[in-house]
């Protein structure tokens, strides 16, 4: 257990998001009959990189998707027992825990603020807002949780509570801000970054952000839901995945584990980053050498570890902004542009479109069979440089009653 993980617990708000029904299909994250509202009890943690889109102009995006990731497994190290809801934002991401565990949750954010500071020299605002506030406002966050396959779930969300959250943090980040006072200590076991850029195998790699900017929720949902019966009208779904088993490559025995290294040892050198940067050269070449050769051994199926990562990828999600990273046809690209900008003239919708050669993969494993998440970008800064043309575009066509994310 890590030194800043708490006891095991069955209390029933505990429990609250692992005993909720799975959605089976993508398209039902558009059913708001499929979430549950939040307990009042609960905590809305925002993690995100100061300065992320400079910082990503400078060629430093694997660094903010690390933090963004880290972030995450911090967290979720802090209290193992618990299946807690996240979604990643490329530069920052958005967690859901219990009130009750609040001590363990800040102090695994200060550690994680810390990483980015000491070891990245990067700024990472690390906010907790109470769901108690957002109801007492008039803001109800809603959680589903969709299976991506029979060992993972991922953690899909509703409502404009989270844009409001992320709105008063910026207002009033004294407010929210995790105080630098207090204890801090993170475990980041199981932050993985040992695959090469996964290519485009098709020709674009497009990572997409869609927001609704209607005021009624309903017409929100209305338009999420015919956009996703646009988009796999132009594309299937499993065909544009940006990850496919046969366009992975572990790095090799003579590339760069900095990244991880740093990550897993919070130093930026010294005997802990040495030991980490080589635990990871030599995992990553066992795993080349099983892959290559389809052997089973340290519990690693060579055999069906690739297909594994292929379908625990989350290039899909929902948190009232759709954040797809897809790879498409130079005519499917073509196509997506002219449906988005219809979209956008008629029915009231931003967003932001970056495109690359390659997806990066950032990943989380607790064990080599089944039970790890492997979150993906677009290179060069994806999400977050998707992130710039939808501000750019809500600047010109805000929501009514609501500003952008």
């Not at 076991?189 to 996964?198: H, T, V």
């Not at 990273?325 to 931003?350: C, F, K």
């Not at 990066?360 to 998707?386: E, I, K, P, Q, W």
Request: one cysteine or more; proline letters at 5%.
């Amino acid at each position: 257990m890590p030194p800043n993980a708490v006891e095991p617990t069955s209390a029933p708000a505990e429990s609250f998001y692992a005993n909720l029904p799975l959605i089976e299909h993508f398209e039902e994250v558009t059913d708001l009959a499929r979430y549950s509202d939040v307990p009042a009890s609960w905590l809305m943690v925002i993690t995100d990189v100061r300065g992320s889109t400079r910082a990503i102009e400078q060629g430093r995006y694997r660094d903010v998707n690390a933090l963004g990731v880290a972030s995450i497994i911090g967290v979720k190290n802090a209290q193992p027992d618990l299946d807690l809801p996240f979604v990643f934002g490329g530069d920052g991401a958005t967690l859901l825990v219990p009130g009750s565990r609040r001590e363990a949750t800040e102090r695994a954010l200060r550690g994680t603020r810390a990483l980015a500071e000491d070891v990245f020299d990067l700024g990472l605002r690390v906010s907790v807002v109470p769901v108690a506030d957002l109801y007492q406002a008039g803001h109800v966050p809603r959680v589903a949780r969709f299976r991506a396959i029979p060992h993972t779930s991922l953690a899909m969300f509703a409502g404009q509570a989270y844009a409001v959250a992320e709105r008063w943090i910026k207002q009033s980040s004294s407010r929210f801000e995790v105080t630098r006072e207090g204890p801090s200590e993170v475990d980041f076991q199981g932050f993985e970054c040992r695959w090469q850029p996964i290519r485009s195998q098709r020709g674009s790699t497009v990572t997409l952000l869609i927001m609704a900017l209607v005021p009624n929720e309903l017409d929100r949902v209305a338009i999420y839901r015919r956009i996703l019966q646009k988009l796999n009208g132009i594309v299937d779904p499993d065909v544009s995945r940006p990850v496919v088993a046969r366009g992975l490559k572990m790095k090799g025995v003579f590339e760069d584990y900095t990244l991880e290294a740093q990550v897993r040892a919070q130093q930026r050198t010294g005997p802990e980053f040495e030991r980490a940067a080589s635990s990871a050269r030599k995992a990553a070449t066992v795993g080349r050498a099983l892959t290559a050769f389809k052997l089973d051994a340290f519990d690693f199926d060579g055999a069906s570890y690739k297909a594994e990562v292929e379908q625990n990828t989350d290039f899909r999600k929902f948190d009232e902004t759709l954040r797809m990273v897809l790879d498409l046809s130079n005519d499917e690209l073509a196509r997506v542009r002219a449906m988005l900008q219809s979209e956008r003239r008629s029915n009231g919708i931003a967003y932001g479109i970056h495109c690359a050669n390659a997806a990066l993969m950032t990943c989380l494993v607790r064990s080599y069979r089944g039970d790890h998440v492997h979150f993906v970008d677009g290179a060069d800064g994806g999400y977050a440089l998707a992130a710039k043309q939808l501000k750019a575009q809500l600047a010109e066509q805000p929501r009514v009653g609501e500003e952008g994310r």
